[in-house]
């Protein structure tokens, strides 16, 4: 099913490459126009490929960005912004406490990830859900500073230092691994529980 979609977007939109690009640039424009800028930066499998390969993970469909919790009402306008854009708002996960901490956007069929991050002492904590199985998953790490780091010709926040939040979430992020699973492998998990999978339709 997915190749099959695939197919079809690319008739519409052009080549994953193409679209993902075109969507980052966009949003980084976008973004850059409203208080949100500046305030947000690459995590996960977006950073990894930025880091170890100076551009995002080929078949990557998902790019991930983190932002302080101090900062959502600047996330929120910004996000209406996208939205006035044309990326599309997917219903927010909603974690077992009733907050939503995680926001999806999606535009030419890339999805554009913002996780909401929070203080925990000398940690950085978000969370992340797996529907199958259903699991909430609390994730940590050592606080950080940013830096910069340039991709389509543009300047995107990047944790200081990247190599150290990538070990703590991989282990050996330098060397691929096919076999990944973050809900399973992911080193900066701290707790894993039953989610009850609830999502809420957009606003």
Not at 5 to 13: A, H, K, S, V
Not at 40 to 66: E, K, N, Q, T, V
Not at 130 to 149: D, I, M, S
Request: glycine share 6%; aromatic share 16%.
């Amino acid at each position: 099913m997915r190749r099959l979609n695939e197919f079809f977007y690319r008739l519409r939109w052009g080549r994953l490459e193409e679209r993902r690009r075109r969507g980052l640039v966009r949003l980084h424009d976008l973004l850059a126009k409203t208080e949100f800028a500046d305030r947000y930066w690459m995590i996960m499998g977006l950073l990894l490929g930025c880091m170890r390969d100076g551009a995002p993970i080929p078949w990557d469909r998902d790019s991930d960005f983190g932002f302080m919790e101090r900062d959502l009402p600047a996330f929120l306008a910004a996000m209406q912004v996208l939205r006035d854009a044309g990326y599309n708002l997917r219903p927010p996960q909603v974690n077992n406490d009733g907050r939503t901490t995680m926001w999806t956007l999606k535009y030419e069929a890339v999805k554009y990830d913002f996780f909401l991050i929070q203080r925990n002492g000398d940690n950085f904590r978000w969370y992340s859900h797996q529907r199958k199985p259903p699991l909430e998953l609390v994730n940590e790490v050592p606080a950080h500073g940013l830096a910069t780091f340039v991709l389509y010709d543009r300047q995107w926040r990047v944790p200081d230092p990247a190599e150290d939040f990538l070990t703590r979430i991989y282990g050996d992020w330098r060397r691929p691994d096919p076999g990944y699973l973050y809900w399973r492998d992911s080193r900066a998990i701290v707790e894993r529980y039953p989610w009850t999978g609830e999502r809420r339709p957009p606003d």
